[in-house]
């Protein structure tokens, strides 16, 4: 049963929860802005990965059990009308994230394998897994994320290290700092590769319901983020050393590009980006079924008896803005800001947070 999870459930849940899509989208986006100093991007993203989740853990170290129960770490922190503003932000926040990835899902079908399908029908099949699990609850959540991800991680690291068949080490060098690196443009790129932290909010609570210990969630969050590291370093470091920052940057999906390129003889060997495929596929629904769940645990509290109209209105309000953006550049992109802008909102709120809880400890040793 998923009520005996253990940390090793945690540590693929946030796994899957800070890689995303698992499309590596931020590459390109990232070479060409930084070239081959990118590499001082991703450690200042290692470094802000740590200390956001170190302050995650800490403001749930002290929450009781009965104060997490049907709620977000806003909850318990901010009171009953505060705590409802930031959960609906949240849940603005988390529909749209799905939605993100779910475009993005469509996106990648539609480049590699299928160009003239039509888009309602990869919507129609893709969407029968989400609802599913939305219906039947966390556990049936839990199990279904956890079952696939290490036989995909696996096929996904094989295939990687295959690509370094084509490997120029030489493209790595020299490292050249861009002006770039000297503005507020790495701090925006470490954020938007940093969303998935969002999700702790979410799933720390139920952590605690399921009777995880603190020592257990924190060496789940430990282990997910030296894996989720290690993971993107490698991605990053095919695609340098494959393409060079020049090339990787005009590229869309510069990683399936790399596994594309290897020639092999044998079944299944002439194509080893459809295979790459497969992986990358779970990647991009864990992210849907992480985020869509979230917004619809979250909006189903505030109307515990009319849980199907909170799926309703998540599932709606999720394909509303994968079909509006789609037709409509700038929706689209007013769609990326309100995400950005939510995600400050969110992430800002933690410092608060761990301020909150630090003086409550201090009035509670006063009082002894």
């Given at each position: ?31 060409a ?13 290692t ?13 749930s170290?002290?929450?009781s059990n ?5 709620c ?21 926040f ?5 939605s ?12 590699s ?5 039509p ?5 129609l ?13 966390y ?7 956890t ?10 690291v094989?295939l ?6 084509s ?19 790495p ?8 969303q998935?932290?969002i999700?702790?909010?979410?799933y ?9 210990s ?5 060496r789940?969050?430990l ?23 020049f ?11 790399a596994?594309?390129?290897q ?7 002439e ?8 992986p990358?596929s ?17 909006l ?6 009319r849980k ?20 409509f ?11 950005r802008t ?6 800002g ?11 409550q400890?201090?009035?509670?040793h006063?009082?002894k």
């Amino acid at each position: 049963m998923i009520r005996n999870a253990n940390a090793n459930v945690l540590i693929g849940l946030l796994f899957e929860s800070l890689l995303g899509t698992g499309t590596m989208e931020w590459i390109p986006q990232w070479t060409a802005q930084f070239h081959t100093a990118v590499w001082l991007v991703l450690s200042l993203y290692t470094i802000l990965l740590f200390s956001t989740g170190l302050i995650i853990l800490n403001i749930s170290k002290r929450i009781s059990n009965n104060e997490c129960i049907g709620c977000t770490l806003f909850d318990a922190f901010f009171g009953r009308i505060l705590g409802w503003v930031l959960n609906f932000i949240l849940i603005g926040f988390l529909i749209l994230g799905a939605s993100k990835a779910f475009l993005t899902g469509l996106d990648l079908i539609h480049y590699s394998t299928l160009p003239y399908t039509p888009k309602i029908a990869l919507v129609l099949f893709a969407l029968s897994v989400p609802l599913q699990l939305l219906y039947a609850g966390y556990e049936s959540l839990f199990r279904f994320q956890t079952v696939l991800l290490v036989p995909a991680l696996f096929l996904a690291v094989v295939l990687l290290f295959i690509s370094l068949r084509s490997a120029d080490f030489r493209n790595l060098l020299p490292i050249t700092a861009p002006p770039s690196l000297w503005t507020v443009d790495p701090l925006k790129a470490v954020m938007d590769l940093l969303q998935g932290l969002i999700l702790l909010v979410v799933y720390i609570p139920l952590f605690i319901q399921l009777r995880v210990s603190y020592r257990g969630t924190m060496r789940a969050v430990l282990f997910a983020g030296v894996g989720i590291v290690l993971l993107n370093a490698l991605n990053l470091l095919v695609v340098l050393t494959v393409f060079g920052s020049f090339e990787a940057s005009t590229l869309h999906y510069p990683v399936l590009e790399a596994v594309r390129i290897q020639k092999m003889t044998g079944p299944l060997l002439e194509r080893l980006d459809l295979v790459f495929l497969m992986p990358v596929s779970v990647a991009v629904m864990s992210a849907v079924n992480l985020y869509a769940y979230g917004a619809y645990h979250v909006l189903s509290r505030y109307i515990p008896s009319r849980k199907r109209i909170a799926l309703i209105f998540v599932v709606v309000s999720m394909l509303t803005f994968v079909f509006i953006p789609s037709n409509f550049e700038f929706v689209s992109d007013v769609c990326e800001t309100m995400m950005r802008t939510l995600e400050v909102i969110l992430v800002g709120s933690l410092p608060v947070m761990l301020v909150k809880q630090r003086l409550q400890t201090v009035e509670r040793h006063v009082k002894k």
